[in-house]
């Protein structure tokens, strides 16, 4: 079982490239997310999905795109790159059940610099 | 103010201490709350949920004030491998707003 498993790894960019960060996972969960955590600043969500075919904004979504054409997949695209999105990004994915979500499983994350 | 507020420490305790680890939040609505722990250059996973009763698992201990909206975390005989940053985790319905807070580094020594 991988649980999300997240690619690329590391990637390096020059300001104005774009590039798309692929989450997989194999849980068969309903919902998934995007954050970036910077140090000092803990973890903020960027967008998520409740299912295949929706997402949402989160708290940071200036600048990136998601898309969830299939359920167990979760894309994140830059269409610019910029330095101030130099950062640790890592995708999640939780159950829901009865009303209350359940604990969020995270991916190794991308560790991206945008120079 | 931060919705979520830890102290970063870091703490640097002996192996075998008892260390405790505090967390407030800002929204009253804040309905579900969890600890979890990340590994430097690693990705956070989920150590324990906190419930309204306190609940306990092992040597680790967690607790939740909704009235003075405070989250606790109590690890006894501390382990070298408990050396890692705690986060704080709150989350409200009716949405899917998830806050993390900044953490809480702990370094255990022999």
């Known amino acids: 079982n991988a649980g999300v498993t997240q690619t690329p790894k590391f990637r390096v960019l020059k300001t104005g490239q774009s590039m798309t960060l692929l989450c997989a996972q194999d849980?068969?969960?309903?919902?998934m997310y995007w954050y970036r955590q910077d140090p000092g600043m803990g973890l903020r969500l960027i967008h998520y999905s409740v299912g295949e075919g929706t997402t949402a904004k989160g708290e940071v979504p200036d600048g990136y795109n998601v898309s969830r054409l299939k359920k167990q997949n979760f894309l994140l695209g830059l269409e610019s790159a910029a330095p101030s999105q130099t950062s640790v990004y890592f995708c999640?994915?939780?159950?829901?059940?009865?009303?209350?979500?359940?604990?969020?499983?995270f991916g190794p994350g991308t560790r991206l610099t945008v120079t | 103010r931060k919705e979520v507020e830890q102290d970063p420490g870091p703490f640097n305790v002996p192996e075998g201490a008892t260390v405790a680890f505090n967390c407030t939040y800002s929204n009253s609505a804040s309905q579900s709350f969890f600890w979890y722990r990340q590994d430097c250059r690693k990705e956070p996973k989920l150590l324990m949920s906190?419930?309204?009763s306190g609940n306990e698992d092992g040597r680790f201990t967690a607790q939740l004030n909704r009235a003075s909206q405070y989250i606790s975390l109590l690890i006894r005989d501390s382990k070298l491998s408990d050396s890692a940053t705690y986060l704080c985790v709150v989350t409200y319905t009716g949405g899917f707003k998830t806050i993390f807070g900044a953490g809480t580094r702990l370094f255990v020594k022999a």
């Open positions: 849980m068969n969960h309903e919902y």
């Open positions: 906190v419930y309204s």
């Open positions: 999640a994915s939780s159950s829901f059940r009865g009303g209350e979500r359940y604990e969020q499983y």
